[in-house]
């Protein structure tokens, strides 16, 4: 899936494509660069309010913030998005389509069970952890994603159980392992619920938070093993 697309504002198809509506207040003032520069710029800019947002949070951050940390004007900025609350669904886009990558590359890898189910863990809670989760500001950007990105916040959901319910129901058919009465989607439910709980209490490392996703993978292949 291209999450960049799908929630950027060139969610529209390529061939569809039109330099004349890139603007998203709709203004044909000016002719935006071609496609594939605007995309890199697109990318340059949400990677930009990632690290500038991690760092500062959403509200303490401003178009001229990020346009700094991009390295660019503020009127490229304004050439591509309204404000700042698209800049920020486009962040969320493209670590969605990073993260989504980082997770298949695990599904194509020829590894049991334990090994896969920890490194998609990984490659999914770790990655949003070592984004956002060991900053003093992942309440506020939680509260933003509740508020102006649901639909990306249910995608990054979304890729987790979706592959992960995929590996349990392949072990599962194999006989590698035996979901017995449960769901395959019951299973992932909870183990990406004790991956939220990991992070509860005192803050943790980034280091002693893949830590404990390693041991909530092993007690949940453990706990599938064939007998």
Not at 3 to 16: A, E, G, W
Request: with cysteine.
């Amino acid at each position: 899936m291209d999450y960049l697309y799908q929630f950027s504002p060139f969610s529209r198809s390529r061939k569809d494509w039109n330099p004349s509506r890139v603007r998203m207040d709709g203004s044909r003032e000016c002719a935006p660069a071609p496609h594939d520069e605007a995309v890199t710029r697109i990318e340059q800019i949400a990677d930009a309010a990632l690290r500038r947002f991690a760092r500062y949070g959403f509200k303490r951050s401003s178009m001229d913030d990020i346009a700094r940390e991009a390295g660019l004007a503020k009127a490229t900025i304004y050439l591509h998005f309204k404000g700042k609350d698209d800049v920020f669904r486009a962040m969320m886009a493209r670590f969605l389509a990073q993260v989504a990558a980082r997770c298949e590359a695990v599904m194509a890898q020829p590894l049991p069970l334990p090994d896969k189910l920890s490194a998609l863990m990984l490659a999914h809670f770790g990655a949003g952890y070592a984004a956002f989760g060991d900053g003093e500001h992942l309440l506020e950007l939680k509260t933003v994603m509740a508020s102006i990105a649901t639909r990306e916040a249910q995608a990054f959901e979304h890729i987790f159980c979706s592959h992960a319910t995929a590996l349990l129901t392949q072990a599962a058919a194999s006989g590698e392992v035996s979901l017995g009465a449960l769901k395959a989607e019951q299973i992932v439910e909870t183990i990406a619920h004790a991956a939220i709980g990991a992070k509860m209490g005192p803050q943790p490392s980034l280091e002693t938070y893949q830590a404990r996703l390693r041991q909530i993978a092993a007690l949940a292949a453990q706990a599938v093993a064939k007998r």
